[in-house]
């Protein structure tokens, strides 16, 4: 049976990426899998990820953070740059410390915040979600958390959850919606706020145009 996508589409969207007979097998699988099966999910599916994961090339969060960026993305933990400087540059301390007791994971001690760190092209993070993840794909993620770093093991964590949160309605092309207010929705849901949200919109355009 023919894929959803053919390596040929996938390349035209994103022209640099390796190994893409690895991706387009892993993504018809996951996309077969979790019902992104039409045109219109696929090119929000597609758009999503390809922002999210750098185009497939960053699996695994880097926290490689300046004391600047720290207070950006965790005001409440680092109110001030003093607060901050004993973290900056140090990825593993900084996971452990601003993971740590969330998400399922246990205290800094523990390391999990480390372990547990965002992986895959949609940021499992957290020991808990590894575990839920993992039990819904009947994949070992919470023992192998490198799984995640796989193309199989990354597409499929990222349908999951797209199919999960209701993104495969809200990329629906219907006659009564408003198309770039739900990819707008779309985006809220993966990201928390619209980060990112005019790469999000260009990659969507690539998408669309390469399935066309």
């Known amino acids: 049976m023919a894929g959803i996508i053919a390596q040929?589409?996938?390349?035209?969207?994103l022209p640099k990426l390796a190994s893409a007979d690895a991706w387009t097998a892993a993504l018809n699988a996951a996309m077969d899998r979790f019902e992104i099966n039409t045109p219109a999910r696929v090119?929000?599916?597609?758009?999503q990820v390809a922002h999210e994961s750098t185009e497939f090339?960053?699996?695994?969060?880097?926290?490689?953070?300046?004391?600047?960026?720290?207070?950006a993305a965790w005001p409440?933990?680092?109110?001030?740059?003093?607060?901050?400087?004993?973290?900056?540059?140090?990825?593993?301390?900084?996971?452990?410390y601003v993971y740590s007791k969330r998400l399922g994971n246990g205290d800094i001690a523990s390391g999990d915040g480390w372990t547990y760190r965002g992986r895959g092209l949609l940021q499992?993070?957290?020991?808990?979600?590894?575990?839920?993840?993992?039990?819904?794909?009947?994949?070992p993620l919470e023992a192998?958390?490198?799984?995640?770093?796989?193309?199989?093991?990354?597409?499929?964590a990222a349908a999951q959850f797209w199919q999960s949160r209701g993104l495969n309605h809200l990329a629906d092309d219907e006659n009564d919606d408003n198309d770039d207010s739900d990819f707008i929705s779309i985006t809220k849901?993966?990201?928390?706020?619209?980060?990112?949200?005019?790469?999000?919109?260009?990659?969507?355009?690539?998408?669309?145009?390469?399935?066309a």
């Open 57 to 71: 090339r960053d699996l695994v969060e880097n926290l490689n953070y300046s004391v600047k960026a720290m207070m």
């Open 124 to 139: 499992v993070t957290g020991r808990g979600n590894y575990r839920s993840c993992g039990a819904v794909l009947a994949l």
């Open 8 to 13: 040929a589409q996938l390349a035209a969207f």
């Open 144 to 156: 192998q958390p490198d799984l995640l770093t796989s193309p199989d093991a990354a597409a499929l």
């Open 189 to 211: 849901i993966i990201n928390g706020g619209t980060a990112g949200l005019k790469s999000r919109q260009l990659y969507w355009a690539r998408a669309k145009a390469a399935l």
């Open 76 to 96: 409440k933990r680092f109110p001030t740059p003093e607060s901050a400087l004993a973290y900056e540059r140090k990825p593993e301390l900084l996971a452990n």
């Open 43 to 47: 090119a929000a599916f597609l758009a």
